[in-house]
């Protein structure tokens, strides 16, 4: 072990005949063999991606049936990869299908207040908690554009719901990154690369909300757009991903998700029917029926109208829906409510997920090994050569939006590196750009649904579609091209901390930002602008404050006042999470000891841990001469004492 330099060349203490030091011999300081104990290199800064070493035998190095088993073994692991991770990706559907049924129906409800949507905050925390409900922003932006389309709602006061989309569709691939708690450091890094995403679109909402209502920019802009092209109806967005997916979750369930629609858009006959798909072909035939009306004044122009007797005929057109075949998937013929197969498919899909997970993480840890590793780490995070350094982000930009395309949903895609975060093959700054091209890859999906709508609608449809995709670009202009303005990788970064040493902190912020903070906003908004207002005021002034208070503590201290200096003179809880770990720490080992032994082997295990380093600590401590006191007889090594005798 090297020395510390402040004694490197310090001479050792000669020992006496009797094994004693002198009394005027230098007694090296403590603390040095302390810093020397605690400076361990790999935990000098946690965010160092893990090092990837060769550790495998050379393909030269290899026999004939070395070389066989190692195909062999490498085919078979990469079967098994893509084996999880279409599971992967089917429970992530199935989760989807599992939330449309437990809140599908208070969703419709929930946009079914127009005089609410008007507010733009209420619009913008109703767009994100429909989207958690429904964990899909495609689902949320279609009710928002049958809205638009039926005329009860306007874009302009759509703008914001599909910002609050653009926030909602963020909750799935941190809630996959909850699942990678096991390990710290691996927890540290998933959840930052989760949550960049989250702070990039509560960001953007921050400064383009306001904005836009009180210009209107992107309503403008999408509607310049529209007025000056000639935008003709397309095909359907091609249907990538669902064609390898929905062979698997069509036979578990099917939706009808028009039900939410019409919920949303006032029809009452909707909320008598189930969200469950029972019958996958049907036919409508229309008909002529023969009514009678009061007078000749009611038949409507154009349509057939006489008069027999003393009654006023007149002929209507009856649609009526034949049923033709039945649906094959597994709750086709159980007679359960929505919300109990909600409960058990989100139960299944969870459990699906996090299996899959687990595994999938395990597999890339043992395929990512060897020479491969190295050049992957490598490719993934190097940046061009000077002076095309920055071009790197971009291209990272445009592969996400590609890969989000490809699959057709975001939340697929950012839960899909989320793992890759945590394992440290791909850092939190290639992640960010990554997650960045994703946003845009998911509106330009939308947009070509949009076009494949019915002319009536294709232009509501459009602009809405566009309105979501020039949010996304504002947000990256704000956030991306100067590496001063990435705030969310900063914060980012700080949560993971935050989360790594209180894992169950990220419970309360998946709580927090995506359930309580947006269901309290949507109460104060109901209740009018004036208690939203003065409520919401003095919160924003306060944690402008802290955040101005903080930042002169870390940098310019001597600018504040004594009292101001450190948050020392509040009680301990408001600032410090110790006392609150506490808590939560005696809750689990009560949970351990009366509900399950899960908690009380993940403590044992830690306190193992935790007793191996100290363990080690003292044992160097003890062996270290230095650090025994001046009264006691320094024994010199035996080598040493037999050398004076002789």
Request: aromatic fraction near 8%.
């Amino acid at each position: 072990m090297p020395l510390h330099p402040e004694f490197r060349d310090t001479p050792s203490p000669t020992l006496d005949d009797a094994g004693k030091a002198p009394k005027d011999s230098v007694v090296l300081s403590a603390y040095c063999t302390m810093d020397l104990v605690d400076k361990d290199p790999d935990e000098d800064d946690p965010w160092n991606l893990p090092e990837l070493q060769d550790t495998g035998l050379k393909w030269s190095e290899l026999d004939a049936k070395g070389k066989v088993m190692w195909v062999l073994t490498s085919i078979v692991r990469f079967i098994l990869l893509v084996g999880f991770l279409y599971m992967f990706v089917c429970s992530l559907d199935v989760l989807s299908s599992a939330f449309q049924l437990v809140g599908g129906k208070a969703a419709g409800d929930i946009f079914q207040d127009n005089a609410v949507l008007s507010n733009p905050v209420a619009g913008l925390v109703i767009g994100v908690l429909v989207t958690v409900l429904v964990q899909s922003s495609s689902t949320s932006s279609s009710i928002v554009v049958s809205m638009v389309s039926s005329g009860l709602l306007e874009v302009q006061s759509a703008v914001p719901v599909i910002m609050g989309a653009n926030i909602g569709t963020s909750v799935t691939n941190t809630i996959v990154a909850m699942m990678q708690a096991g390990d710290r450091n691996e927890f540290r890094r998933a959840f930052a690369g989760a949550t960049v995403h989250d702070f990039f679109n509560w960001l953007s909402v921050l400064i383009l909300l306001p904005l836009e209502a009180a210009t209107g920019v992107l309503y403008k802009l999408t509607k310049i757009v529209i007025d000056s092209f000639n935008i003709q109806g397309g095909d359907n967005a091609p249907d990538l991903l669902n064609v390898i997916t929905d062979p698997l979750t069509s036979a578990i369930i099917e939706l009808d998700k028009t039900v939410i629609s019409d919920i949303a858009t006032g029809d009452p006959a909707a909320r008598n029917k189930s969200l469950i798909k029972i019958w996958c072909k049907t036919e409508k035939i229309t008909t002529l029926l023969n009514i009678t009306v009061p007078s000749a004044a009611n038949c409507t122009i154009g349509i057939p109208c006489w008069v027999e007797g003393n009654k006023t005929w007149t002929q209507i057109n009856v649609t009526e829906t034949i049923n033709l075949e039945r649906c094959n998937h597994i709750f086709a013929y159980a007679n359960l409510p929505d919300l109990a197969v909600g409960l058990i498919l989100l139960a299944l899909s969870l459990l699906i997920l996090c299996t899959c997970l687990i595994l999938i993480v395990k597999l890339l840890n043992s395929m990512l090994k060897g020479q491969v590793a190295v050049v992957i780490k490598k490719v993934l995070n190097t940046d061009f050569p000077f002076p095309f350094g920055w071009v790197t982000g971009y291209i990272a930009i445009l592969v996400g939006a590609g890969m989000t395309f490809i699959v057709q949903s975001s939340s697929v895609f950012t839960s899909a590196i989320t793992p890759l975060v945590g394992i440290g093959v791909i850092s939190l700054e290639r992640a960010y750009p990554l997650t960045l091209g994703s946003n845009i890859g998911t509106t330009t999906t939308a947009i070509l649904a949009a076009m494949a709508a019915p002319g009536e609608t294709l232009a509501n449809s459009l602009q809405i579609a566009l309105c979501h995709f020039f949010f996304n670009i504002a947000g990256i202009l704000l956030w991306y091209p100067i590496p001063f303005t990435r705030i969310p990788i900063r914060l980012a970064r700080a949560l993971g901390n935050r989360t790594a040493n209180y894992r169950w902190f990220a419970a309360i912020y998946l709580l927090l930002c995506f359930f309580l903070m947006p269901l309290t906003i949507l109460g104060l908004s109901l209740a009018g602008w004036q208690a939203l207002v003065g409520v919401a005021v003095p919160i924003v002034v306060l944690a402008i404050f802290i955040i101005i208070v903080n930042l002169m503590q870390t940098r310019c201290p001597r600018y504040l006042p004594s009292r101001l200096r450190n948050w020392d003179f509040l009680p301990r809880p408001l600032h410090s999470m110790a006392p609150w770990d506490g808590v939560v720490m005696s809750g689990m080992a009560f949970c351990g000891t009366r509900c399950c032994c899960c908690c009380k082997c993940c403590q044992k295990t830690e306190d193992e841990e935790k007793g191996g380093k100290e363990r080690k600590k003292s044992q160097e401590m003890y062996d270290n001469p230095a650090l025994t006191r001046d009264d006691e007889p320094l024994e010199a090594p035996k080598e040493t004492v037999k050398a004076t005798q002789l």
